[in-house]
């Protein structure tokens, strides 16, 4: 009985967050390992690990405003994460783009905003100039080394020192994203380019922001996460970022239709902002 008690006492306390967070990923892995040999096939092939599947994982968000304004890159999806490397739909995209359409080579800078686990791994193995990666909040991406503090708005970098900034998924956390867009111009070298990506919508008529909604739930119900402060209308965004002297080159779905292979979201397009020369 007492045995019986302690165990029950073991399993109720809060264990503390390394080992939570350890049992978390186990139990991820699990799924992920039986996901994989329930959906052998070669539909689908990942950029990262080279693994085939006839389907990967879903991810995503499931809340009512992202199927009602139809965001796209926020809702619930099939074939997100890679069940053998954990590559999500994003950085296959990234990778893709940066390689194919961008022309990032191993000589150049690059900045990486807010920094995907497996496209950075992947800029390590291949950039031999410079390569930084940043966060507002370093210490929530523990997978990322050599990460440092920065606030997009006010980078701590001179004029025109980067080749390349990678910044997806950050833009739309940011209150004032004219002086994000700004910083990112200013530190790009003439000609340099930005690979921007951000959750948009084609079906709301221009970009929907209220920096009265201050709350987590208030902010669920109108963006579909707890910490956006927006949501995007495409063209709109392809304005603000005119606005910021960009040139901006939209890379639309039929553009994409050779990636698909590689399990990028089939919704998505990609936004690729160049500073003039």
Known sequence: MILVQGLKAFL??????????AIDQRRRDIKASRFSAQNQGDTYVCVYCDHSHARFMPSGMSY???????????GLRDNVVCPVCGSMDRERLARLMLDERMGVLPQHHVLHVGPEPKLHEYLIEIITGRLVACDLFPEDRPGVPNIIKQDLTKLDFGDEVFDFV???HVLEHI????????EIKRVLKPGGKALLQVPYSEAIETTEEDFSVITNAERIARYGQSDHVRIYEK???VRRLESAGFQVDVMELDALEDYRRFAINPEECAFIAQKPQ
């Open 235 to 237: 063209q709109d965004y």
């Open 64 to 74: 009512p405003v992202i199927r009602e304004k139809q965001i796209v890159a926020g």
């Open 175 to 182: 209150p004032t994203d004219d002086l994000a867009m700004s």
């Open 166 to 168: 990678i910044c997806n």
């Open 12 to 21: 109720a306390a809060e264990l503390p967050p390394r080992v939570q967070d």
